[in-house]
């Protein structure tokens, strides 16, 4: 039985290599991913989304053109659509830059077909994603290069920290659920707090906002709570 047209999750991409290209295409065979069109230099990027009329939009920000320009134009224009970084650049300033303008997520392209098509799939729901490996190496590039500072005020606990540093390793929520003996309802409580106390959305504002603060995070059990003397 095929794949019915309402399942489906329509994929453009912009990239400036034709056997990549193709290799994408091979890599989203046989799961809801559909391509349904391409172009090759950042210039393309706004006709294959009105051409193909995408639920993503893959680019590679390495274009030739203004890739980034490309990436706001299409987001200014089809605030719908959901875009993808999909590129071989690391540097810490094209990650942070790309999210601050509103994508929805920043992959690496040694990333494997299935981890790819997860990671679409989790972005289509609305989740946003970055490699996991890039986001761990951006948090502790950081936390190396400055000195710890004061996180703003905001009472992170050692918890918080715990939960920030298992996300910035990229594990997933029944993953940190399992690491802690918790439940995964248990982990999206404590998440949705640390979210609130940090004034951010997701666990990709999450991982942001720890940098700007210059948070050192790590991914261990928090030494045990002594409890409180009983007055």
Known sequence: MGLHVA?????AVVD???L???GLSNALAGSRLV?????????DAYEVVESGNPD???LDVAVPGDGM???EEVLRARPGI??????????AEHVTDALSMGVHGYILKDVSGPELVSAIEAIHRGEPYITPALASRLLMRRGRSHAPQASGGIDLTPRDRQLLGFLATGLTNQEIA???GMNVRTVKHYLTQVFRKMRVRNRVEAILEAQRMRLELEARMPPPEQPSARR
């Open 20 to 22: 990549y290209r193709q």
């Open 16 to 18: 400036a290599h034709p």
């Open 82 to 91: 959901k875009v993808v970084i999909l590129t071989a650049c690391d540097e």
């Open 35 to 43: 391509p349904v069109a391409e172009g090759a230099t950042a210039g």
């Open 69 to 71: 320009g490309a990436v």
């Open 56 to 58: 993503v939009l893959l």
């Open 178 to 180: 399992v690491s802690l």
């Open 7 to 11: 399942d489906r999750i329509k994929v």
